[in-house]
């Protein structure tokens, strides 16, 4: 529990940007209750596509506090297109770097980020392409390939850690299994 | 800063009086109580009384006393011991709220070793369904083993009628009393349970001293093969200084058993009652009524558990959490969730287990950090709002 960096431990302690704000234009909410963790983002766009203001609300664990406000100040004046670009290793690397375990509070700040974007732009997010593998939390085969890819991933544990999937009843741990094996076996 | 210490069902602090019963072992007398010589002898002299001492705690007899180096491994040797005793029945019965020190078992026993494991599930408020136990008792049945109290919520089980149904059939039954000992009375032998286990880090002995108790007639065989130590039941030059520590802890836990019962369970009532008064949306976990006295399992709609032992923690309050977040599962623990509490407030769960050191002032530094926090919380949580869920 006390692996947290200080500046993990700071951003719990003093969370910067929380709570709603007032005229947001745009909002990007992801996670949910069973979960056990849940960001509610909310920016102001102004007519250039620069994040003006950026606050969040946050249900979860002390990473996931830190991960939120992280990305409030990491995004205040970006503008959209660069923000887009943001990425879960960029929340990490700002509060020097989270517990593996926790790595899914980043991916959990980078996927409001892009929710709100998308709600700022009026598109929506499509259904998600994929089959689901984890029902728990929702995630896809396709999803877990790209994860496996990006970051390496070697084991359950590793796409627990990143993706959640596969930590709430289990019963899609063999499935997971197959995905990352299949990953292996395509090199 | 002054530590409020309240995660007895975690581990417990060490005696003073403990210790000193066990400094001259850890010293000068570091005889072999096997030995001949009257040196190592006189270790042995202690070691009986000390065997004694435990067997007064749970009424036994000395030498149905087994010592063991933790809960963890009476709980395996119970288990591996039934199964040797009866190779031929490939059934075990347990409930689905059991403590990983034999959970993990089962599930290697089911894995590797073909056994079928019946998990026996409990209602909301953490008690056993006693008819889906009665009817899953059959020929085949190797061990009954059921906690007598759960580590997380304190919910106790009818280990006496339980106990009793098992003899009437004729299936052997251990129970993991490990956190009941020294919070309960416990008789084995009004009770007629074949074996019990208990842990000596949970009553205020040091960690790494356990105890199986063997009921007088059961064909127990050693876990841990090797000398004669233990009437042959467990190999191993004794942990002499722990044991002697753990003597003393049950002569002091039959003394303690009353405060525990009153000014103990005052000091857990007030603390619950002034949450639940004072903390909007917060529920207890587990029955009101059979619970260990020491314990509270309370849940916080719309927090999260880490973060609130975070903050408590700044403040010198030691608590634990139901939600396993560490482990890479965001689920909260398997007992809230066997026990179908809400995710609303599983999630921000704590676990407060007091001992005779605590005090009503500390009580109140909880009560004072704890609605703050809450506070704190919920202003940047998603699911509250205006003084609710949402
Ligand atoms: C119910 C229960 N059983 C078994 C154990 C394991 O005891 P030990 O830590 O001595 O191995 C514990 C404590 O962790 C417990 O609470
Ligand atoms: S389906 Fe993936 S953890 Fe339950």
Known sequence: MWDYTDKVKDHFLNPRNTGELEGANAIGETGSLNCGDALKLFLKVNENERIVDATFMTFGCASAVASSSALTEIIKGMTLDDAAKLTNDDISDYLGGLPKAKMHCSVMGQSALKKAIADYRGVQILEKPGQIVCECFDVTDLEIIDAVKANNLESTDDVTNYLKAGGGCGQCLERIEEVIESVKAKG | ?390
């Not at chain 2, 009553?203 to 876990?223: D, E, N, W």
């Open chain 2, 1 to 390: 800063m002054k530590i409020v210490y309240t995660d007895n069902n975690a581990t417990t602090k060490v005696a003073d009086e403990v210790i000193n019963e066990m400094l001259p072992y850890l010293g000068q007398l570091y005889g072999n109580p096997s030995s001949m010589h009257t040196f190592g002898g006189q270790v042995d002299k202690k070691v009986t009384q000390a065997r004694q001492r435990v067997a007064d705690l749970i009424n036994a007899d000395p030498e149905e006393i087994v010592f063991t180096s933790c809960g963890t491994e009476s709980d395996n040797s119970a288990i591996y011991s039934a199964i040797n005793a009866f190779p031929d029945k490939k059934h075990i019965i347990t409930s689905n709220v059991e403590h990983p020190a034999i959970n993990n078992l089962y599930k290697e026993l089911e894995k590797t070793k073909g056994y079928e494991v019946t998990f026996v599930p409990v209602d909301k408020k953490g008690l056993l369904d006693l008819d889906l136990l009665y009817n899953s008792m059959s020929q085949n049945t190797a061990i009954i083993s059921l906690m007598w109290a759960n580590n997380e919520t304190g919910v106790l089980f009818p280990i006496e009628d339980i106990a009793k149904k098992a003899n009437e059939k004729g299936i052997l039954f251990h129970t993991d009393a490990v956190q009941a000992t020294a919070k309960v009375p416990i008789d084995v032998k009004k009770t007629g349970v074949d074996m019990l286990s208990l842990s000596g880090h949970k009553i205020h002995a040091p960690k790494g001293i356990g105890v199986l108790y063997v009921k007088k007639g059961f064909k127990f065989s050693p876990f841990l093969i090797g000398g004669h130590q233990e009437g042959g039941r467990r190999g191993g030059t004794e942990n002499t200084v722990s044991i002697i520590g753990l003597g003393k802890a049950c002569e002091m836990a039959k003394e303690n058993l009353p405060i525990m019962n009153s000014t103990v369970k005052e000091l857990r009532d007030y603390l619950q009652n002034q949450l639940l008064e004072k903390i909007p949306g917060s529920s207890v976990n587990g029955d009101l009524e059979q619970r260990l006295p020491n314990t509270l399992s309370i849940g916080f709609d719309a927090v999260e558990g880490e973060s609130i032992l975070l903050l408590l923690d700044r403040q010198g309050i030691c608590a634990s959490s139901g939600s396993a977040c560490t482990s890479g599962s965001l689920d909260p623990s398997h007992v809230l969730m066997a026990m179908e509490v809400p995710f609303k407030s599983a999630h921000g769960s704590i676990r407060f287990s007091l001992s005779h050191y605590n005090t009503k002032e500390e009580m109140d530094h909880i009560i004072a950090t704890l609605v703050p926090t809450i506070q704190k919380l919920r202003d940047m949580s998603p699911f509250w709002k205006d003084g609710k869920m949402i």
